[in-house]
T-cell receptor, first 112, second 114 residues
Framework: AQSVTQLDSQVPVFEEAPVELRCNYSSSVSVYLFWYVQYPNQGLQLLLK??????LVKGINGFEAEFNKSQTSFHLRKPSVHISDTAEYFCAVSGWGTALIFGKGTTLSVSS | GAGVSQSPSNKVTEKGKDVELRCDPI?????LYWYRQSLGQGLEFLIY????????KSGLPSDRFSAERTGGSVSTLTIQRTQQEDSAVYLCASSLERRGYEQYFGPGTRLTVT
C-alpha cells in the first residue's frame, strides 16, 4: 500500500524568504510523485512531477523538488516566495494509471 | 483546449435526498477519477474508470455512493440518502491512458447537506 505524509500542516514565512515543504512517502513498488497547489476557492493545479531520471525536478512558479529514494522523500522548495504563493500544497503518489494518494496538505502563508 | 468541467459548482441539499454530480473529462481522455475533499479527511480517492474496464470502486465510502460513465466520456456520481458527513468538495480528474500519471482536475462541486 502507498501512503504520503506531509510533515507540516502549516508553514508561515515572510515574503522573499526561502521555503521547504516536506513530504515523505511509503510504497512497495516504483512510484510517481507529484506536488499540487490549490489556491483559495480554486481547483488543484499540478506544480511538478517526478516520473524517472533526474532526481531534481523543476516546476511552475519557480518551485522545485528533489526525489530522495533512500529517505523516501520528495520535499518541495522555493528560494524566494511571494505573497501570491499563499495556498495549500499537496504531495501525492501514484502508480501507472492508478489513483493519486494525497497527503493531508500543507498551508503556506506568505506575509509581508 | 477545454479542461475538465464539473456541474453544478455548488449544491445544497437536505439530508436524505439523492444528488447527482456530473463530470465532463477532457476530450480523448480515457481515464476518469473521482475524489472527495473534506476538512476532516483531506483528499480521498473514490472511484476510477479506465476505458471499458470494470471500474475500481475501492474508495467508495458506502453503498450509498455509485458512479457511472456513459460512452466512455461523461461521468455521474450519485449519492443516495445524503448525510451531513457527505458534505465536501467532489473533484473529478481525467488522464490519457498512455500518460496515466498526469491527471487534470476539474474545479469541483461543493456539496452541502443540511
Amino acid at each position: 500500500a502507498q501512503s504520503v505524509t506531509q510533515l507540516d500542516s502549516q508553514v508561515p514565512v515572510f515574503e522573499e524568504a526561502p521555503v521547504e515543504l516536506r513530504c515523505n512517502y511509503s510504497s512497495s513498488v516504483s512510484v510517481y510523485l507529484f506536488w499540487y497547489v490549490q489556491y483559495p476557492n480554486q481547483g488543484l493545479q499540478l506544480l511538478l512531477k517526478y516520473l524517472s531520471g533526474s532526481t531534481l525536478v523543476k516546476g511552475i512558479n519557480g518551485f522545485e523538488a528533489e526525489f530522495n529514494k533512500s529517505q523516501t522523500s520528495f520535499h518541495l522548495r522555493k528560494p524566494s516566495v511571494h505573497i501570491s504563493d499563499t495556498a495549500e500544497y499537496f504531495c501525492a503518489v501514484s502508480g501507472w494509471g492508478t489513483a493519486l494518494i494525497f497527503g493531508k496538505g500543507t498551508t503556506l502563508s506568505v506575509s509581508s | 483546449g477545454a479542461g475538465v468541467s464539473q456541474s453544478p459548482s455548488n449544491k445544497v441539499t437536505e439530508k436524505g435526498k439523492d444528488v447527482e454530480l456530473r463530470c465532463d473529462p477532457i476530450s480523448g481522455h480515457t481515464a476518469l477519477y473521482w475524489y472527495r475533499q473534506s476538512l476532516g479527511q483531506g483528499l480521498e480517492f473514490l472511484i476510477y474508470f479506465q476505458g471499458n474496464s470494470a471500474p475500481d470502486k475501492s474508495g467508495l465510502p458506502s453503498d450509498r455512493f455509485s458512479a457511472e460513465r456513459t460512452g466512455g466520456s461523461v461521468s455521474t456520481l450519485t449519492i443516495q440518502r445524503t448525510q451531513q458527513e457527505d458534505s465536501a468538495v467532489y473533484l473529478c480528474a481525467s488522464s490519457l491512458e498512455r500518460r496515466g500519471y498526469e491527471q487534470y482536475f476539474g474545479p469541483g462541486t461543493r456539496l452541502t447537506v443540511t
